[in-house]
């Protein structure tokens, strides 16, 4: 009987014992237990079962024991391995496989557990990662039809592709647009655009862009733009931002009835992206290409639009949106504005 009393015991205990937890212990005598998730030169991150992840600051810790072997690194640089007791004194011990070494509290830089990898590794990946840049892919289609005492049916197709970095951003984007009504066209238009942005001294950058178009509907063969100048970051937070683009440019254009239009042109340009919720960005784009020659002929294109995600998911979402083209030199015929309301569904990944 006793024996089975014994063995029962030890059983109750060795898991208990097994249960070791981290203390800090606070300048004013507090001792804080439970796992200590990361420390950093300025905070301390204490996972408890009672109060959740606890941040402490450094500058009011006295000194941590660690129930277990964790990697330290030193301000120095130096790294090393081993379980961490204090004296209550501001010293710490480190206690590895053949040595002990001794040093103060506030010589540690960050802490980090043996099955986590090395925060500093970590850190040097991301900042890989942002230099290399990311890409990120569109694609969004809207469908209008009618049948009945009028057919009317119209498609828009959009795709573009971006890959975005701290240093530069490079995309490039496709669009076909064809609409008709009682089988006669009321809108043809293909455009295919690329631009890249590289910011050589934040807020400053240059960018340089380049356009085709193609607009039967407009008796449009072939419109090609280039431009290039500097670009202003006026702002640039995670959830609003806004740049303004100046620079010269060159537009060429040929139509239907074989006649064709060359000129130099200034290039002005504006993107403004709002995020003024979880569940909301507006996106502002604006670009105006006046004749060097003839100011009173240019190209004014406005796109504006505010994007809802559908349901929770991170790729789906719905656009609604304005979009005006303006040329003040029209073709015979031709109305000087084009305005487009739009809802679209789109995909990102």
Sequence with gaps: MR???????????????????????????????????????????????????????RNQIKGFDTDRTVFLRLKSGTTLEGQVHHDGDGQLSITGQDTTLTTKTKTIAETWRTEVTDPQLLRSQAEIAELEGTWSYQAALDIVGKKGNSDQFGASVLLDATRKSSQDTLKFYAS?????????????????????????????????????????????????????????????????????RSGLGYRYESFNDGSHETSPTLDFGVAHVWEFAEWAKMTNHLTYAPAIGDPRDYLLTHDSGINIPIGFSNYWNLRFGLRNDYKSIPADDREKLDTSYYSRIQLKW
């Design 3 to 57: 024996k089975k009393i014994l063995a029962f015991v030890c059983c109750m205990t060795t898991p208990i014992s097994s249960f070791a937890i981290d203390q800090v212990e606070t300048l004013d005598g507090g001792i804080l237990t439970g796992t200590i998730k990361s420390i950093t030169e300025k905070t301390i991150i204490l996972a408890t079962s009672y109060a959740g992840n606890i941040t402490l600051q």
């Design 176 to 244: 076909l647009e064809k609409e008709s009504k009682n089988d006669v066209d009321t809108a043809d238009e293909t455009i295919l655009g690329s631009e890249y942005t590289a910011y050589y001294a934040d807020p400053w950058g240059w960018y340089v862009r380049g356009e085709v178009e193609r607009d039967d509907f407009e008796d449009l063969e072939l419109r090609t733009i280039i431009g290039s100048g500097l670009n202003y970051r006026v702002f640039n937070e995670e959830t609003h931002s806004l740049e303004l």
